[in-house]
């Protein structure tokens, strides 16, 4: 089966950190770009940040850059997103996609994940 799989999200004060992983399972995920998305209730999905397949190349919305970090490792067919300085505006469901290499940093996506909530809140 083809598929992602996000954990790592829940539930943090104002000023904190997570890391959310993404795990693929069924394909190698070193062949394709990585993007994060989330979606705010009421809102339209955004784009968060993406990595090329090699890693090289990596971009952020400007709403989280400084403050998120987006890696890689294809040894272990994963890809990190560590958000510190978390705020509450930053709250949404955290979805991982994956874009064949052409196709990278974009919304043409052939996997997606099922989605991690983060919730930003005292």
């Known amino acids: 089966q083809l598929q992602l799989v996000e954990s790592g999200g829940g539930l943090v004060q104002p000023g904190g950190s997570l890391t959310l992983s993404c795990a693929a399972s069924?394909?190698?995920?070193?062949?394709?770009?990585v993007s994060w998305f989330r979606q705010a209730p009421g809102k339209e999905r955004e784009g968060v940040s993406c990595?090329?397949?090699?890693?090289?190349?990596?971009s952020y919305a400007d709403s989280v850059k400084g403050r998120f970090t987006i890696s890689r490792d294809n040894a272990k067919n994963t890809v990190s997103l560590q958000m510190n300085s978390l705020k509450p505006e930053d709250t949404a469901i955290y979805y991982c996609a994956a874009s064949l290499p052409q196709y990278y940093c974009s919304d043409d996506v052939k996997y997606w994940g099922q989605g991690t909530q983060v919730t930003v809140s005292s």
């Open positions: 069924g394909f190698t995920l070193a062949n394709y770009g």
């Open positions: 990595i090329s397949s090699s890693g090289r190349s990596t």
